[in-house]
């Protein structure tokens, strides 16, 4: 393979890992390092822990800052929550200073405690967490809306304990271009995902990204049972997985109508939905559902500013969705917004955003309720936005992302403590000049939607700087002191993960710093066997 070993990963400070776990009966209890657990403030923790690990009680007695520059590499280049260079990327980036925003609080009587990602809150802080008084936002720990039963549950903040989480060491055995997957974090992406919603029955993860059945069932053995998905194949896909009720999040018309049909008959434990905005195609799909022995669930898209599907919220709203009842063959059962304009990195502006373009939506929902039987389940927002829709009662959320998570919203949505899961690898294949390597990473790899610049970032090249793509190689100038050579293994963050992965047939994947199972793509084609 060459030298691939040359390549040397710097690592941070090492963190033990901190699971802060829901216990609030009798005693708050810390969980740190092999399962050992040590009461909540006092000599228990600080002593006992102390002796073994004195670096971690330091952080953690620290009072939490927002005035401290971050060091290391600019932030929006990946730096990371360590402190360190921007390759020991973890939960999420640092922001740049004074730029942090600290989650709009929406009545619930919590007091923010100020702090940046890799602050360790005093221990005070912790013990108001634990008391459901308050939240940590810049290092993931969140208290919940109600009751201190359900403060913390099924909640944690991991923080990796080195920098190097994503090597390899049987990368002589892969062959690259190749996508890589790290399924214990996408494990904890789905548990952080269930914390933040709340109530398993609130998430309605969508498919686009993973489009795989291999991380459907993960997110089922997690108890999530609805999904959503926006081609026919990945409904399929779903169901093949197991899922018993999939949304179809786009309105199909021609073809898909028989095609949607197909998949009712063929999985008939699997309840269908879809998407409609215009009543020529409701008629349509009406007609081709009455036949069967139950009607097709339909959700009325709405157009909450992305402009792209949908009607606005009202009157013509609601007379699509008091029509369609009316239709044979078909059934409304609910609204769908969707709202992935609003992705601002500052989350009070994107959750005033959020409220205001989702407010005719909730105005709608009252409306249609009025003429009688039961409340229309309403299907909000994707990843930006989640965090603000899941504190909305009655309201199922659907984000996509969060499950391998991107460099785009690792930078762009510091406020989420979700991890980087997926992965390119590559290598040096040529050295046309002493500071440019050559990489087997063209457009055919890693999608290229974007800027040359933001496509793909190395986390063990930092300050490398992507000068050209192609279909089949990409030239990356280096201006550190290290010389990688011919062969050389780089690990690439993709700045936009969904179209990635439907570049890839399969993906290999990575438990203990090893190569050793494999992650079918399925739903890339369009067709599986509809």
């Not at 955003?353 to 909730?362: I, N, S, T």
């Not at 409340?375 to 009662?393: D, L």
């Not at 090249?461 to 293994?489: F, N």
Request: aromatic content about 6%; overall charge neutral.
């Amino acid at each position: 393979m060459g030298n691939s070993n040359r390549m040397d990963f710097r690592c941070a400070d090492s963190v033990p890992n901190l699971e802060v776990a829901q216990s609030v009966q009798k005693s708050a209890i810390v969980k740190i390092g092999w399962e050992r657990s040590f009461p909540l403030g006092g000599k228990g923790l600080s002593h006992s822990v102390g002796k073994v690990f004195p670096t971690f009680v330091s952080r953690l007695g620290r009072p939490p800052t927002t005035d401290a520059p971050p060091q290391g590499n600019v932030p929006g280049a990946g730096h990371s929550h360590y402190g360190q260079d921007a390759e020991d990327i973890g939960p999420r980036s640092i922001p740049a200073p004074g730029r942090y925003r600290f989650p709009a609080d929406t009545g619930s009587g919590r007091i923010p405690v100020p702090g940046r990602p890799g602050d360790m809150p005093g221990l005070g802080s912790l013990l108001l967490v634990l008391l459901g008084l308050t939240s940590f936002p810049a290092t993931g720990i969140f208290c919940g809306e109600s009751a201190i039963t359900s403060t913390l549950r099924g909640t944690r903040m991991i923080q990796n304990s080195n920098a190097d989480w994503y090597r390899i060491d049987n990368i002589d055995e892969l062959d690259s271009p190749a996508l890589v997957i790290y399924p214990d974090r996408v494990k904890a992406n789905i548990r952080t995902a269930v914390a933040m919603a709340g109530d398993v029955a609130r998430l309605r993860p969508h498919a686009k990204t993973h489009k795989s059945p291999d991380a459907a069932r993960l997110q089922i053995a997690e108890g999530i049972s609805k999904f959503k998905c926006a081609t026919i194949a990945e409904a399929e896909m779903l169901a093949m997985a197991g899922s018993p009720d999939v949304l179809l999040a786009y309105q199909p018309v021609g073809p898909k109508i028989r095609r949607l049909r197909a998949l009712t008959r063929k999985y008939p434990q699997t309840t269908f939905s879809c998407l409609i905005d215009d009543a020529t195609a409701a008629a349509s799909i009406a007609e081709a559902f009455a036949g069967e022995q139950a009607p097709l669930h339909v959700l009325v898209d709405l157009n909450v500013g992305m402009n792209r599907t949908g009607i606005p919220p009202g009157s013509a709203a609601i007379q699509l969705f008091r029509s369609a009842a009316s239709m044979k063959g078909i059934r409304p059962v609910g609204l769908h917004a969707y709202d992935g304009h609003i992705d601002d990195r500052d989350v009070q502006v994107r959750t005033r955003r959020c409220d205001e373009a989702f407010a005719p939506v909730l105005s709608m929902r009252v409306d249609v309720r009025s003429g009688g039987g039961v409340p229309p389940i309403v299907v909000a927002g994707g990843s930006p936005t989640f965090p603000v829709h899941a504190r909305r009662p009655d309201v199922e959320c659907s984000p996509g992302t969060f499950i391998y998570w991107d460099k785009s919203y690792l930078d762009g949505l510091p406020d989420q403590s979700f991890l980087p899961a997926a992965l390119v690898v590559a290598r040096i294949v040529s050295r046309p000049a002493a500071d440019a390597v050559c990489l087997d990473l063209g457009h055919k790899s890693v999608a290229a939607e974007k800027d040359i610049s933001h496509r793909v970032f190395f986390l063990n090249a930092p300050s490398g700087a992507v000068l050209s793509q192609s279909e089949e190689h990409l030239l990356l100038r280096l201006d550190d002191s290290r010389a990688p050579g011919v062969g050389d293994v780089f690990y690439g963050l993709p700045f936009h993960i969904c179209p990635t992965c439907a570049l890839y047939e399969r993906a290999v994947t990575v438990t203990n710093h090893r190569a050793e199972g494999e992650w079918t793509i399925v739903a890339r084609d369009r067709r599986i066997s509809m």
